[in-house]
């Protein structure tokens, strides 16, 4: 039993980043953090993108709920809770790392997923690179996907609505 409560932490965590991610990436990214993010969006040849940068943010808040949790840095002051929300965050941005620079750019290593829940994420984070610039867009979060129709609608809405402006490629 004892082992129950930071399992249910850990797993809390891991799935609140999903929407720390999500509100991070529509309102941060595609906000004021523009200038670290543009790169993604645009073709280039470098390994590293200034878009990188985010993944250093995320390590650090993970380094800092280890600091909070560890007895040796803050003695009696510590709060256990923190060390296991470390690790959640720490399991996402593994996640994150393998799903989105792996599989969806295929950064580290090459699979088109021809079906099931891996070709939907695909299908939805290529929607989300349809459109041109900050504005606009769709599918913000990064593990869990909408159904691509539905996103090819909202992003024929948005175009619609000179809301953004979506490559002719993207097939809405």
Known sequence: MEILVPVLIVIAT???MEWVAWASHKYIMHGSGWGWHRDHHEPHDNVLEKNDLYAIVGAAMSISMFALGSEVVLGENA???????????LIYGIVYTLVHDGLVHQRYFRWVP??????RLVQAHKL?????GKEGGVSFGFILAADPAKLKAELKRQREAGEA????????
């Not at 709060?79 to 965050?89: E, S």
């Not at 402006?165 to 809405?172: D, I, K, N, W």
């Open 128 to 132: 989300h690179h349809a459109t041109i």
């Open 79 to 89: 709060w256990w809770p923190a060390t296991f929300i470390g690790i959640g965050i």
């Open 14 to 16: 891991v799935l609140g």
């Open 165 to 172: 402006v979506v490559r002719e490629s993207a097939g809405t």
């Open 114 to 119: 021809k079906k099931g829940y891996a070709k």
